[in-house]
């Protein structure tokens, strides 16, 4: 009596059945409207809330210190210039996003298949058009702002094709994690010199002091995001993605995602001195760096994947609560002034 083959023709295999459906999903995602394709895409790689969050408390902490430093006691103002400014950056984190898709793709379609770019859900070329815009959009706004910030951008611009083509030396520098990471970082220092010139009409080189060691603040904020999405469990770790865990081990790598929201912390304390604020704005900052340490100390002591989310979520919250003390204090002292349309 012949037996049954489950390779013969017509025997059911759960492989075609999975390839079936996910062609069929597939289909479905292909087939949504252009804009629904782009708002999925976003949700899964530059969710607007979270970033917009992030960058606001970004901006309004470098604007107001700006302000505080060449407009003496006057109040913090938004005004048309702000919301130009806050877009312009809004921009900016985006190009980034773009040239990193697309200087990352090769490995990205082998690591991550699931991704709607790696399906071709949402193409990379339309991809690469709104990244265009969203260049076209910040160079008009430059403009707007005066020579100065137009002078800043054109040299944030060029740092950031500068990575976008990882300065013409990716293979060496993909093996130098740290230096990868500096070069990659520092862009926000052209970007704190780019509120300070949109928001004073200044030249970068005519910068306050005070104001650049807070730029090396969002130096060092950047490196705590960097290092804290890329700290990944054992398991997690993938041949084609590189990640500080994997290249320290996950409990030294811990130790640097806190080493850095320290140093941020220093560089905010020392401007908050030299503004003399009192000594509860120092002691808010240290409970701030206590609670962004707690995903960190967390994963220090288990590197899960539960942990490694964890210090995703307390490292940006702290990124954002720190920002907005520093915004709340000057508001306090100095009160606010909001206009839709004035300059």
Known sequence: MPTSNNTSHGAWDPHNETRSADDAEFARLRALPWFKRLRLYLRQRFPLAQHGILIFSYFSANQFLAQTVTAGDGPMVYNAISWLNFFMLLCLFFHLRVFDEHKDREKDVAAYPDRLLSRGVFRYRDLWRLGLLAIALEALIAFIAGPAALLTWLLVLGWSLLMYREFFIGNWLCKHVFLYAVTHTTIMFGFDLLIWSVTTGRWFWETDPIFIVYAFNGVFIAFTFEFARKLRPPEDEHDQVDSYSKTLGPR???LMVFGVMAAATACTAWVGYRLNFPMIFHLMLL??????????????RSPTRKNAKLVALTSSLHIISFDFCLVAFLIARHGLRVSLFTL
């Open 287 to 300: 409970i701030l760096l206590a609670f962004g340490s707690i995903g960190v100390l967390c994963f220090h």
């Open 252 to 254: 030294r790598a811990a």
